[in-house]
């Protein structure tokens, strides 16, 4: 035990090495830095799930389609979408069908409109930088493919 701690040294052997001059430097230092490192976890957190939204969307408008390039009725292919949008909330969300059941070798598409909310304050920070407003993002999945 007692070369564990001469190993070890303690905070206050710490602190002796380092001039009290500095000791308040980093404190600024840090307190400049922190609101910059705080803005880039926010835009990797929200931009994150705004990617991962977007891969949902997309995902979910080509199953929809491809259930209705097979000739399937609109319940199957609403299921199909919901299944494959299923961690996203679906009061957000626009879907719009067309050409359901119609001829062959017409396109089907798939539209979903998302909307997407922030979980960080990124989006406000950002609109007050830009004089933009992001407060509204949309996020879009579209589809078509033939029908069978």
Known sequence: MSTLRRRLPSVRRILRRCPRRERGQTLVEFALILPIMLLLIFALVDFGRGFYTWLIVTNGAREGARVGATQQD?????????????????GRMTVTITNVQGPRGQPITVDIRYDFDWVTPIGPILNIVSGGNLDDITIRGYASMRLE
């Open 74 to 90: 609109y319940n199957a292919i609403m299921t199909r979408i919901r299944d494959a949008t299923s961690t996203l909330d679906p």
